[in-house]
């Protein structure tokens, strides 16, 4: 008997194999043991005893016509399910191609495991073909690199993939394999072949911060009349949203959330203060009158904190991380709370139950109504436009209207990500909108939604909608996958913001160096609907924007295969970025202006 992630515990039935076993089988049961969800990869002569365990144990693995979408796609499942995202790729090139998305997963803190090849020990540097010093170039790319050595090694190594990439704050594992070791066979004692439950998903375990720490904070808390709450991806990690939704209610504080951490409460509710950084609502604002910040699960980056000029100097700050390290990195902090976010913020709220606020915090509350009055009655504008070409703030709106409260918004890096960050409003808390904020690579799009779809699908056909959002640049570089989510069974709407530029270049031309001077940020007309049913997809091109609610509803609705929008948007580089319109915009020399 082979004892699996869902009935393991802590005492494991012993398991037995009377009969030889390739270290490539063995990868494959112990994956499958782990209960790994749909692997994403292409195969070489290194890994053939894998595929060849993958296939003879029926697992599901989706061939791709890239390694980093296979990896991004995986990527994006482990986002959505909580367990690591399993892909592959072979010897040299087929290993280089998943760096950019596996250093993705590490900046962001998601789990995923990718099995890699490597030459026959025995011939190693003597020039073997599409030989490369590729455990050098994994390593500083994922949070941990196991080098598999030895046959008989492999149950206890996969088990430590799994411990490492779910334990703390998440990341990527690459299980390095010899060819020799993939090919190799052993007789497999009884018992080595079990999961341990508690790293079959994040958080593996949960640290709790100290509690005399807790009591500080909520002492500070609660004697501050201007509170804010930071919001990180972090919440989504540790899935914080029940917690940090009850604190904010009970001691009436607002909630500001980063990219990565949208859906941490509603957009909706009354507390949410939308995005704060380099593009904001009113959240900016509300970051520099504050007199206690309470960061959770964020990492106080660039972006989130507009180049490092946020908060304003001598505000004090409480910040929950499970990364000791990052609490105090460049923002001196009051009170640090190393632990797990949704341990945390329960610690925290109990603590404030016996705290006495200094002061009534309604005229604070007033205010924070007030303001989001004031921002939905200016963004109107732009979401109702009937600009032709399309505004991208119409698009948004069009998606806040078509959106069910379950369904799943995906942004592609960069100009995607930032319309849809500071327009998009998500309906319930949790992973309801996903970006990848890590690197910001352009090219998430389309596999961040094949892996998305394939970890909501049901059997009954109930699964929400998923709907991703990607410029022509990303688009351009993934679209052969579009065979591969047709091949995989997948249904899902990819939004083409087609303004045929490398838009958010375009527009950093246009205000560092003023109108006319671009240089290879633009694009030749392409019609992404035409290619998609070239693709045998579904493909609707979109040039008005009367016409956006009705091919929305139709994408939606669509099952048997993904269906591209192509969306018509400007073309104006001064009306490209969400923030400012760029022909007002003043920038200063050597500075990032947006």
């Known amino acids: 008997m082979i004892t699996t992630a869902e009935d393991s515990n802590n005492t494991h039935p012993p398991s037995s ?18 209960g790994a969800g749909p692997i994403f990869g292409m195969a070489g002569f290194q890994l053939l005893p894998y595929y060849e365990g993958v296939r003879r144990l029926g697992m599901e693995h989706h061939l791709v016509n890239d390694e980093r979408v296979g990896a991004f796609a995986a990527d994006a499942y482990a986002r959505l399910t909580g367990r690591p995202g399993i892909c592959d790729g072979t010897l040299g090139p087929g290993t280089t191609n998943l760096v950019t998305a596996l250093v993705e997963s590490l900046n962001a803190g998601v789990p995923v495991i990718a099995l890699t090849g490597n030459t026959h020990r025995g011939h190693s540097w003597k020039n073997m073909t599409q030989e490369a010093r590729q455990v050098e170039i994994l390593r500083p790319a994922v949070k941990e690199l196991i080098r598999v050595e030895a046959v008989e090694r492999i149950p206890e190594l996969v088990r430590r993939a799994f411990s490492v990439a779910t334990s703390g704050r998440p990341g990527p594992v690459v299980l390095d394999i010899p060819e020799d070791v993939a090919h190799a066979e052993h007789t497999f004692a009884a018992g080595e072949f079990f999961a341990d439950a508690a790293t079959a998903r994040v958080p593996a375990r949960r640290p709790r911060p100290d509690a005399s720490e807790v009591e500080r904070a909520a002492a500070l808390l609660a004697r501050s009349r201007r509170p804010l709450i930071l919001a990180g991806g972090g919440v989504h990690l540790s899935e914080a949203h029940d917690a940090l939704l009850h604190l904010a209610e009970a001691a009436g504080i607002p909630v500001a959330h980063t990219l990565s951490g949208k859906g941490a409460i509603p957009c909706t509710h009354d507390l949410s203060a939308g995005l704060f950084g380099r593009y904001s609502r009113y959240a900016n604002e509300l970051i520099e009158s504050s007199d206690c910040l309470l960061v959770v699960g964020c990492k106080l980056g660039e972006i989130a904190t507009k180049r490092y000029t946020l908060p304003r100097p001598g505000t004090p700050l409480i910040h929950l991380d499970i990364v000791a390290e990052e609490i105090g990195r460049w923002a001196p902090t009051r009170v640090g709370l190393w632990g797990d976010a949704r341990a945390g913020l329960s610690d925290l709220a109990t603590a404030l139950e016996s705290a006495t606020p200094t002061d009534d915090r309604s005229a604070y509350r007033d205010e924070v109504r007030e303001r989001r009055s004031a921002w939905e009655a200016e963004a109107r504008a732009r979401y109702e436009s009937d600009e032709v070409p399309i505004n991208m703030g119409r698009l948004v709106g069009e998606l806040n209207e078509a959106m069910p409260e379950d369904g799943i918004l995906l942004a592609d890096g960069g100009f995607a990500s930032h319309w849809a960050g500071l327009l998009y409003d998500t309906k319930r808390a949790g992973r309801g909108f996903v970006a990848d904020r890590g690197f910001a690579s352009i090219g998430y799009g389309l596999p961040g939604a094949l892996g998305t779809a394939l970890a909501v699908r049901t059997d009954d056909g109930s699964a929400p909608p998923v709907v991703s959002i990607t410029g ?123």
């Not at 194999?17 to 499958?32: F, N, T, V």
């Open 17 to 34: 194999h009377d009969e030889p076993m390739s270290g490539g089988r063995a990868l494959a049961e112990m994956l499958r043991i782990n």
């Open 472 to 594: 022509d640049s990303g688009l351009n570089m993934t679209i052969g996958d579009l065979e591969t989510a047709r091949r995989a069974g997948t249904a899902f709407t990819l939004v083409v913001v087609n303004n045929a530029a490398s838009g958010y270049i375009k527009a950093l031309q246009h205000a560092v160096y003023g109108e006319g001077s671009y240089q290879s940020a633009s694009l030749i007309e392409t019609n992404y609907a035409e290619l998609a049913r070239n693709f045998g997809c579904h493909g609707h091109r979109v040039e008005h924007p009367d016409d956006l609610a009705p091919a929305l509803k139709q994408a939606m609705a669509t099952h048997d295969a993904p269906t591209v929008v192509d969306v018509v948007v400007t073309r104006d580089p001064g009306q490209m970025l969400p923030g400012v319109d760029n022909r007002t915009l003043q920038v200063r020399p050597g500075d990032r202006p947006v």
